[in-house]
């Protein structure tokens, strides 16, 4: 008997624990995406425009395929997708858990070792790019006007979480996509329960010097400085 209750004691002391560490990261989530970094970033030179995109849990960095500065279309192919439209004039970058990405296209396909496996950053990771035709601000899409300087720094953040081959070139997943105008490519970094898809939203929005959550796991983080 006494070995039993020191078994549940010990079960006891882990459940506790366990539950103390979810309420902290579940505080820590909520109060740190509410402080601001960069809250100047209005008084910027607006020259180039960006787009902050959710689709309610997962957030999307959308930019112009081409400018003067940056042509996308030429390391992110339009062949890459089964529409290989030429006239897509934007393009979104979502980086996470390549299991969630291409195992999981439902909620319903979910596996529990898919989700552990993501939670602690035991998987790889992937780049899911779409093109899009034209774009419309609501309250899931926020338009953002950058300067040149920080689109640059946008362009060098987003192209350090591709994977590149011998030649600098993406390296494509072939065979895999949603729908007629996305594709994936592998990604840098580990996904995993303090950096998400939309942490890494979030660090684009950092890089370039654009208003963004101290720290956020979700997309209402990032939103909440905007909306």
């Known amino acids: ?42 008084k910027q030179a607006p020259e180039i425009p960006i787009y902050i995109l959710t689709n309610g849990v997962h957030t999307d960095i959308v930019v112009p395929v081409k400018n003067e500065i940056k042509d996308w279309s030429r390391k992110v192919t339009y062949g890459n997708t089964k529409a290989n439209d030429s006239t897509a004039g934007y393009l979104a970058f979502g980086w996470g858990d390549k299991g969630f990405y291409l195992d999981t296209p439902q909620w319903s396909d979910l596996k529990a070792s898919t989700a552990f496996n993501a939670a602690f950053g035991l998987g790889n990771s992937a780049m899911h790019t779409t093109f899009f035709n034209s774009i419309r601000e609501s309250k899931d899409c926020v338009k953002v ?37 996305d594709s994936f490519y592998e990604a840098n970094g ?19 010097n654009q208003k963004a959550a101290f720290w956020t796991v979700t997309d209402t983080g990032i939103f909440c400085h905007y909306n």
């Open 190 to 208: 580990k996904y995993n329960l303090f950096h998400t898809c939309n942490s890494w939203a979030n660090g684009a929005l950092k890089a370039s």
């Open 1 to 42: 008997m006494k070995t039993v209750r020191q078994s549940l004691k010990l079960i006891g002391k882990a459940l506790l624990g366990i539950l103390l560490l979810l309420i902290l990261y579940i505080f820590s989530a909520f109060t740190l995406s509410k402080i601001t970094v960069n809250p100047d970033a209005e």
């Open 145 to 181: 006007m950058i300067s040149k300087e920080n689109y640059l720094r946008l362009i060098k953040y987003i192209e350090s979480s591709f994977q590149c081959d011998s030649m600098q070139n993406p390296i494509f997943i072939n065979a895999k996509s949603y729908g007629r105008n």
